[in-house]
């Protein structure tokens, strides 16, 4: 698979596949067997992806608070010492989001908190030293300013590598990047077809030399029905090319930005495959002008 660059001189660079592992979703329930999910990171290493992405606040849909918090760290760790590929993966986590004990979500940018989740997320991710830790979601009770205090102070005691945002708009990437400079190298965003409005979150990446994740990159693209109605350009391509629809929404994000790195969820083997593939698919400016209309 073709790679992208996350890091710079100071923290030093590191080549990941061009298309990431989003894991919010991976969970060790009856209909996600443990056997499928180990199989989804064999198949995912296999076809060369190799970032990816997790988070403290992510586990099981039906877990509440603090039964959720963790466990996807947990399983993933689990599954790679299992699998014995940890040496083949750049693993990703984040911090600042929290579930409650309503099955919901909620936010915690504390220094207290921000500090105890980077320790937690080592313990559970069972290293010395977390590859990229990233700021989950602004927190309205906390000061941007503050937080990025917070995330310099994170940074220096060694304790993670690189630091990352998420959700985070371009005044506050250029806010954090004045005051954490090379330590910071990504911005995860939400970005796809039916969800455009963080173009310039991607633009302000390209010009500082930032990596922009993109999660949720195939959202809108489930449905038959959906997608010939919304997006018709991306069915279109995907027919003429006899190739899937999200096959074409990622190689279509790739080629916004040389930063960007879409990180698509995935529960199975053929799932991950397939948005794998989309890394070595070439679009046209003919293609890509039509995408870019719809």
Request: hydrophobic share 40%; charged share 25%.
């Amino acid at each position: 698979m073709r790679t992208r660059t996350i890091g710079n001189d100071t923290v030093g660079r590191v080549e990941v596949g061009a298309i990431g592992l989003g894991l919010m979703t991976f969970d060790q329930t009856g209909a996600q067997p443990r056997e499928q999910l180990a199989d989804t990171v064999r198949a995912a290493l296999d076809a060369g992806v190799t970032l990816f992405d997790t988070a403290d606040a992510y586990g099981p849909g039906e877990e509440k608070g603090a039964a959720a918090q963790g466990a996807n760290e947990r399983l993933i760790a689990s599954l790679l010492d299992e699998l014995g590929v940890r040496d083949r993966v750049f693993l990703a986590t984040k911090g600042g989001h929290t579930r409650t004990d309503g099955g919901g979500w909620a936010t915690d940018s504390s220094p207290e908190h921000l500090r105890a989740a980077v320790d937690a997320s080592l313990r559970r991710l069972g290293v010395d030293r977390i590859a990229l830790w990233q700021h989950h979601r602004p927190d309205p009770r906390i000061p941007y300013d503050d937080v990025i205090g917070t995330l310099k102070e994170i940074a220096d005691s060694g304790r993670v590598r690189m630091l990352g945002l998420s959700n985070a708009d371009p005044d506050q990437i250029r806010s954090a990047h004045a005051v954490l400079g090379d330590a910071l190298v990504s911005v995860q965003n939400q970005f796809s077809p039916g969800y455009r409005s963080s173009r310039p979150e991607i633009d302000v990446c390209a010009e500082l030399g930032l990596a922009f994740l993109a999660w949720s990159p195939l959202g809108g693209l489930g449905d038959a029905k959906e997608l010939a109605a919304k997006h018709p350009a991306f069915a279109g391509v995907a027919r003429e090319r006899g190739v899937s629809p999200q096959q074409v929404a990622l190689a279509w994000e790739l080629a916004q930005a040389p930063v960007v790195v879409p990180i698509p969820g995935a529960k199975r083997p053929t799932s991950i495959t397939d948005s794998a593939a989309a890394a070595d698919l070439e679009l046209t400016p003919e293609e890509l002008a039509a995408l870019d209309e719809g």
